[in-house]
């Protein structure tokens, strides 16, 4: 049988060598291509950046930005050439995206120079109309060498329209500074002059409307639709200015070039009152964006300012005076963020202008206020537990010590010491219980605000319910209607007495979270898949429903790598999920156990983190909390006939577990590691 064995292995091996030598270099290969990708893509952020920069007319920044682009394309082409050579993860749409943004820095920085070019030009023709030849040729030369310094930083000048006309016009003005004094030769440059600069004043009019019909109008789009409005009138004055060639329409009225020149010169001046119209709102549209992002970048520094408050608070001696103080504060940046981000996610402006400097500053912000008011909930937890802890260690102490006392006392002194000790905690229940009933107080209005909240979002539901119905009951035919009236009425039967909504209002004593899922038995899941989207400012969703099971597909819409990672340390969850390459989507099983709403978040420290519940049932709702508030108000509606029992997940803390047997009114506490930390009340209808 040895034997057997070693005869095989000596007929495989060879073949396992080529395997193995084949598959090591490929394996290699893929590695390094995407080694060499991920590096590049660190840069394609700068080039992104340059491009934002750029749009924002700041070209020197722009400049500095794309010059680390090219170290990060230079180092990633050393690491695997081929990425400069594959459509393969965008790399060819990017490098290209990348040219033209290298182009377009040049053409600015070229700018200058063609517009002193232009200038002289300009000079030139002046001196040619006050019949100065020499000072005309004589600009005409400046003309000349501020044209070679605007093309000596690129050549690609010539492919923007504008540019290429006023060259060739300049070009046109040698000929007729040469042919000062010719009649003949001066006669056909006239017409050859207003047939080409009419059809130039048609042309640049429409190419300050092509600037100016842009999704996202920027200073770079303005900048240059006010230089080809400018250059229009430019045309046009050309065109009047040859007097020479209106006196040979006048003479001679069928010209060939008279009804040319007359079209081009009516279709220019439409176009350019539409041009300077829409450059007036334009402006006004940009000025709007500009100041609606200052607005959002002082309100998140106002939030930072908020949350760096309560963190400070919290590094002081805890005391539940300074954990009330923190909490104040913490709520107030919590809030103020919650409401920047939520507006930022739908805000028109934000998306649009995604690479512009100040989005990058909203951004920016963003991150820190989110990893503050992060690290500041940790703390005030910490705060919470220690001095429950204390409070606790506390009384266990002074009923020690009055045990000890008491054991020492005589039989005569043990009924005064009883009685003291009786006085006492009389003294101190009364003192808790007006303390308690403060605040409750207190906090009576929210709750009631809570609980108006929950009947007005019931009555909403129970609207909408009572609408769909009445509109399935006129779709039934008039055959079918006596059955389905019997079977409503089964029905009905069946169902006396079940749950049809629950109303409540959670609060919590220690700081809110911000969602919660509800959820009632006997429903099974749908099994549709559940989509997520990731893109560099976060998910497209503060949470998602999944089922045991059930799958989970994330797009990454970013340009970078991100890893994703799930985590409820509550539940001692903790699952990488998966990685995406940029513009890559993947579906990822949900393998951990139900009823828990685990933290899922990327790597990208900068993006806050979305939930995911695992619910064992498709009758489920999201509830929302408002932020900074400690009570909050829901209604529930969607109970199948069969179910008994629902439940409320919210992010560390247990589950809550409503029993419809109990029916009626219940008050459930809500508990965190074994405390309660605030309490459900609940109203089932």
């Not at 064995?5 to 394996?27: D, M, N």
Request: aromatic share 6%; glycine share 4%.
């Amino acid at each position: 049988m040895n034997g057997s064995f070693l005869r095989k292995v000596r007929l495989i091996s060879p073949f396992a060598v080529l395997v193995v030598a084949l598959l090591g270099p490929i394996e290699a290969w893929a590695d390094s291509f995407d080694d060499a990708v991920n590096h590049y893509l660190k840069g394609f952020d700068a080039c992104q950046e340059a491009n934002g920069l750029l749009r924002a007319n700041r070209i020197s920044a722009a400049k500095k930005k794309l010059n680390v682009y090219n170290k990060y394309l230079s180092e990633a082409e050393k690491m695997n050439s081929s990425i400069v050579k594959t459509n393969k993860r965008d790399m060819e749409g990017n490098i290209k995206f990348c040219r033209r943004v290298a182009t377009n820095i040049e053409v600015e920085q070229a700018t200058p120079f063609i517009d002193k070019a232009i200038a002289q030009c300009d000079l030139a023709q002046k001196a040619l109309k006050e019949k100065k030849p020499d000072v005309a040729m004589e600009h005409l030369m400046a003309f000349k060498v501020h044209k070679e310094e605007a093309w000596n930083i690129t050549e690609k000048l010539t492919d923007i329209f504008s540019i290429r006309n006023q060259v060739k016009r300049c070009q046109r003005l040698e000929k007729k500074i040469l042919s000062a004094g010719k009649k003949q030769e001066a006669s056909n440059l006239a017409i050859e002059t207003v047939k080409e600069e009419s059809q130039s004043y048609a042309q640049t009019c429409n190419q300050a409307l092509t600037f100016l019909n842009v999704k996202s109008i920027d200073e770079v789009s303005i900048k240059n639709a006010g230089k080809s409005i400018k250059l229009a009138k430019s045309h046009k004055k050309n065109v009047k200015d040859e007097t020479v060639a209106f006196d040979i329409f006048a003479a001679n009225p069928g010209h060939e070039a008279n009804a040319l020149v007359a079209g081009n010169l009516k279709k220019g001046d439409v176009c350019l009152a539409k041009a300077e119209k829409l450059a007036v709102k334009k402006r006004k549209d940009l000025d709007k964006a500009n100041k609606t992002l200052s607005n959002y970048i002082a309100a998140l520094a106002n939030s930072a300012k908020q949350c760096e408050a309560a963190r400070s608070i919290t590094k002081t001696k805890a005391s539940d005076k300074v954990y009330g103080k923190a909490k104040k504060a913490y709520q107030r940046a919590q809030a103020s963020e919650s409401k920047q981000r939520k507006n930022l996610r739908k805000d028109k402006y934000y998306l649009a202008y995604s690479n512009s400097p100040k989005v990058k500053d909203i951004n920016r912000v963003l991150s820190k206020v989110s990893n503050c008011l992060a690290d500041t909930n940790k703390r005030m937890s910490r705060m919470f537990a220690s001095l429950q802890a204390a409070k606790k260690a506390l009384v266990e102490k002074k009923a020690k010590e009055d045990a000890a006392r008491l054991a020492k006392a005589s039989a005569a002194d043990k009924a005064k010491i009883k009685a003291e000790l009786a006085k006492k905690k009389k003294i101190a229940a009364a003192k808790a219980a007006k303390i308690a009933k403060a605040a409750a107080e207190a906090r009576a209005a929210e709750v009631a605000v809570a609980k108006a909240a929950a009947k007005a979002a019931a009555e909403a539901a129970a609207k909408v319910a009572a609408e769909v119905a009445a509109k399935a009951a006129s779709l039934a035919s008039s055959a079918s209607s006596s059955s389905s009236s019997a079977a409503e009425v089964t029905s009905r039967a069946n169902t006396a007495g079940a749950i049809s909504s629950i109303t409540g209002v959670v609060t919590f004593n220690q700081i809110s979270e911000s969602v919660a899922v509800i959820y009632a038995n006997g429903a099974e899941p749908s099994g549709d898949m559940v989509f997520a989207e990731l893109s560099r400012n976060g998910f497209d969703q503060d949470v998602y429903v999944v089922s045991p099971g059930s799958k989970i597909t994330i797009k990454n819409k970013d340009n970078t790598l991100h890893r994703i990672k799930a985590t409820d340390d509550y539940n001692d969850i903790s699952k990488n999920m998966v990685k995406l390459q940029p513009r890559q989507k993947r579906a990822v099983q949900v393998s951990w156990k139900a009823d828990t709403v685990v933290e899922m978040r990327s790597n990208k420290g900068a993006l806050s983190a979305s939930y995911l519940a695992n619910v064992p049932s498709g009758a489920f709702q999201i509830i929302e909390f408002l932020v900074g508030k400690s009570s909050h108000g829901f209604s529930f509606a969607t109970i199948p006939s069969s179910a008994d029992t629902a439940t409320i997940l919210i992010p560390n803390h247990d589950p809550i577990v409503i029993s419809f047997a109990l029916g009626g009114s219940q008050r459930i506490p809500l508990v965190k590691k074994g405390q309660q930390v605030g309490e459900v009340e609940l109203e089932l209808n």
